[in-house]
T-cell receptor
Framework: EAQVTQNPRYLITVTGKKLTVTCSQN?????MSWYRQDPGLGLRQIYY???????DKGDVPEGYKVSRKEKRNFPLILESPSPNQTSLYFC?????????FGPGTRLTVT | GQSLEQPSEVTAVEGAIVQINCTYQ??????LSWYQQHDGGAPTFLSY????GLEETGRFSSFLSRSDSYGYLLLQELQMKDSASYFC????????????FGAGTRLAVHP
């Protein structure tokens, strides 16, 4: 089954404790992206990657890092999480213009 | 700055037709997409317009006018399961894969 998976689905952590949210797709898509979704703000792009070792900033990259060492994986790294990074995070992949989204990761930073 | 405007809420009854508008102001434009998101779920792709005109996919249609920086999603024969949030998104300057989303329109379908 074609899908995008994210782990963990739910995470509660404390300020400053480094964390990684994994994202994997099995569709051989070149393009992958991370979004955060906050009430009333829609989805905002954090980082995107057009292929292995090629990443670029979206609209809200501050406080986040990504890496793309393999085509199927695109982890999101929060080196020092802060409460304003409490949000719902989605990973997505696409071949051309149709994006396939993962199930989401709800992150709470206290 | 770059922005997309869409109504925050729309209400309709089963069987009716509803139109959700989206106006955009971006420094470049490669295409307008629409996504549907049910509560607690992930966004799912509905349609994409790169050129002016109407694209039809079953009960859903999407329209684009690049000269007016405007598009809409038309939902016909509304069903209760269409109750969801709908987002327009624009591929703008900064790269074909840089996507900007609107804040979303919450559609409530009543019997």
């Amino acid at each position: 089954e074609a899908q995008v998976t994210q782990n963990p689905r739910y995470l509660i952590t404390v300020t400053g404790k480094k964390l990684t949210v994994t994202c994997s797709q099995n569709m051989n898509h070149e393009y992958m992206s991370w979004y955060r979704q906050d009430p009333g703000l829609g989805l905002r792009q954090i980082y995107y990657s057009m292929n292995v070792e090629v990443t670029d900033k979206g609209d809200v990259p501050e406080g986040y890092k990504v890496s793309r060492k393999e085509k199927r994986n695109f982890p999101l790294i929060l080196e020092s999480p802060s409460p304003n990074q409490t949000s719902l995070y989605f990973c997505a992949s696409s071949l051309i213009y149709e994006q396939y989204f993962g199930p989401g990761t709800r992150l709470t930073v206290t | 700055g770059q922005s997309l405007e869409q109504p925050s809420e729309v209400t309709a009854v089963e069987g009716a037709i509803v139109q959700i508008n989206c106006t955009y102001q971006t420094s470049g434009f490669y295409g307008l997409s629409w996504y549907q998101q049910h509560d607690g779920g992930a966004p799912t792709f509905l349609s994409y317009n790169a050129l002016d005109g109407l694209e039809e996919t079953g009960r859903f249609s999407s329209f684009l006018s690049r000269s007016d920086s405007y598009g809409y999603l038309l939902l016909q024969e509304l069903q209760m399961k269409d109750s969801a949030s709908y987002f327009c998104a624009v591929r703008s300057s900064g790269g074909y894969n840089k996507l900007i989303f609107g804040a979303g329109t919450r559609l409530a379908v009543h019997p």
